[in-house]
């Protein structure tokens, strides 16, 4: 693999640690090349398969490990490539509930999908894989996942200087954190109805016909098997984003659905659960810790 070549990490240096704080700077001291995998083949240079490449060709530049005893998991999850389904790695229970939610409302998304090596002169060198890329309101953004206790020096760097390069591409760069847990239960329940067999999506388009405002579930299921079927269309309508619901309870038959009015982006998601946060934030962040002497900020 690529990786292998990449020459290993080196100690950051006081100028290189004051340069991180201003992300806007890093540009222009920092040499950054990124490496992908397309097709089965390692890219290098790989800036221009970044913007223009076909998603559905981007492959992980590696693959998760999970060691005893480790506190972290990692799983493959099915995610929708058009007609077909791929499978794509999550590398931490605080990950895989953004690429649930990115796989819902994102057009596409890949995990694990670039590899960048940053390098300063003087010999500072460092590497970094952005854990998703997403194709979101008709724009291309890199994404990390991290929950802020764990936001260190470390992830400051790497935060700043994979900002500042997907910005040279024309790209977004953001930092998703932990999603609530009532809003992760109500993902994997809604997620199960991805794949809904023809009578249940028939079954959909009868309750969305009928429902012309506010109403609950309960109201507009009957008992009986043709219920479980008529709860299930629901769910496939939450899905599809033809109904919105409000993900902060728990959804059940109580739960109120309306008729969709405008399309949820996954950053207006992220951002309505204050689950967003850019390098900027980061910086901020860490430094401030650091500053008060905190060497590991918690959250």
């Not at 919105?244 to 109120?256: A, F, T, Y």
């Amino acid at each position: 693999m690529l990786r292998s070549e990449v020459p290993p990490a080196t100690p950051l240096t006081e100028a290189d640690t004051a340069a991180l704080f201003s992300p806007d700077r890093l540009l222009p001291g920092w040499r950054v090349e990124a490496e992908m995998r397309v097709a089965g083949r390692d890219v290098r240079d790989a800036g221009e398969g970044l913007v223009f490449g076909s998603l559905a060709l981007m492959e992980p530049v590696r693959r998760p490990t999970q060691y005893r005893q480790s506190a972290n998991r990692i799983g493959l999850a099915a995610v929708s490539d058009g007609a077909a389904v791929r499978h794509a790695w999550w590398e931490s229970l605080t990950e895989w509930p953004v690429l649930m939610a990115a796989d819902w409302l994102a057009d596409g998304v890949v995990s694990q999908p670039v590899r960048l090596a940053a390098s300063l002169s003087g010999g500072t060198s460092t590497w970094h894989v952005p854990d998703l890329l997403v194709f979101d309101e008709d724009a291309r953004c890199l994404i990390d996942v991290r929950d802020r206790q764990w936001w260190d020096l470390s992830f400051a760097a790497h935060s700043a200087w994979t900002s500042a390069f997907a910005q040279s591409l024309g790209l977004d760069y953001y930092v998703a954190t932990s999603l609530p847990r009532t809003v992760t239960a109500n993902l994997m329940q809604v997620r199960q109805s991805m794949r809904s067999p023809a009578h249940v999506i028939a079954r959909a388009a009868v309750i969305l016909s009928a429902l012309t405002a506010p109403r609950a579930m309960a109201a507009m299921i009957p008992g009986g098997q043709e219920g479980r079927f008529d709860y299930q269309a629901c769910l496939w309508l939450i899905w599809t984003g033809q109904v919105d619901v409000d993900l902060r309870r728990p959804i059940d038959r109580g739960s109120v659905l309306a008729p969709a009015t405008e399309a949820t982006t996954l950053r207006s998601f992220l951002t309505s659960h204050g689950c967003l946060a850019d390098a900027h934030e980061v910086c901020a962040r860490v430094h401030e810790a650091y500053r008060r002497g905190v060497a590991a900020p918690r959250g």
